[in-house]
DNA sequence: CCGTCGTATCGACGGCCATCGATGCGACGA
DNA sequence: TCGTCGCATCGATGGCCGTCGATACGACGG
């Protein structure tokens, strides 16, 4: 579960205040959509995260365990399990245990859906033509 | 300013531990381009400002005042600004006054530059070619 | 000139989150 | 079988963040 397809809910036309500009236009998120795509952003909000996805992506064969980034990032090895444990679970990386080891790769499709989101958010006439 | 443009350093070849895989492989991002990229991301990593870009982007014109939006997202007004806030600074939205009212608008290039950058972080053979 | 309206700012409060050391657990080597 | 290694989980702690009411400030109308 990586892609959010967004559902976009007609706005109930309040009538009521509206006394500046136009009260509404068309379509938005719905409120629960909203929710999880923010919780799909916060996991990209933290720079030790942002890091560690650039480390894995970027690392031999486009995986790495957890011993490989503790060091990079300079933190403590439960405090990046903590954050790794956090980009499986929003979608963006894949755990694979082989042996002793426990690998991380980045999850395919992660990229494209989270692109897919955020055009579909913010329609711009440069990225969406919806 | 909108978009990050993530310089990208090469490792120094730590040479140490590598007991259990490869060292490193290539290209990551800079910590302090992964500090600002994380903080365009936790500029999204509220729903309630996910809901705000949305119904901005959805309004008619595709801007609108704060008294629009408060009632969509049921907060008081202080909290709306507050968040409109924080979109504005992380180079999501624009402000403008017109007389009484303050007008919000999605800032343009804001979405190319996210998903540039999420593409340069996470280069994907669907999604990217670098 | 004064009242009202729309927004931004302030100060406070509650909750969530990043981080750590300690510990538990499974896997491998001797 | 026992020690070691890699990693996840636990519990605690400090700090940041979302939310509010109260308030200040600029703009417009009368």
Redesign the interface.
Known sequence: MTTIDLPLVD?PE?G??????????????D?AA??D??RQ??A????????L???V?????H???V??LT??VGLSQPTVSHHLKILVEAG?LEREQRG??A?YR?A?????G??DS??T????P???SA
Chains 1, 2 share one sequence.
């Open positions: 706005r309040t009521a205040v509206a006394g500046c500009c136009a009260p509404a236009a068309g379509d938005v998120v409120p909203a929710r795509l923010a952003f916060k990209l909000a933290d720079p030790t995260r942002v890091q996805l650039s480390i992506t970027a690392h031999e064969g995986e790495a365990c011993c490989d060091e990079p963006l002793r080891w690998y980045a395919p499709g992660a990229v494209a989270l692109v955020v055009s958010l913010m329609p711009s440069a990225t969406a």
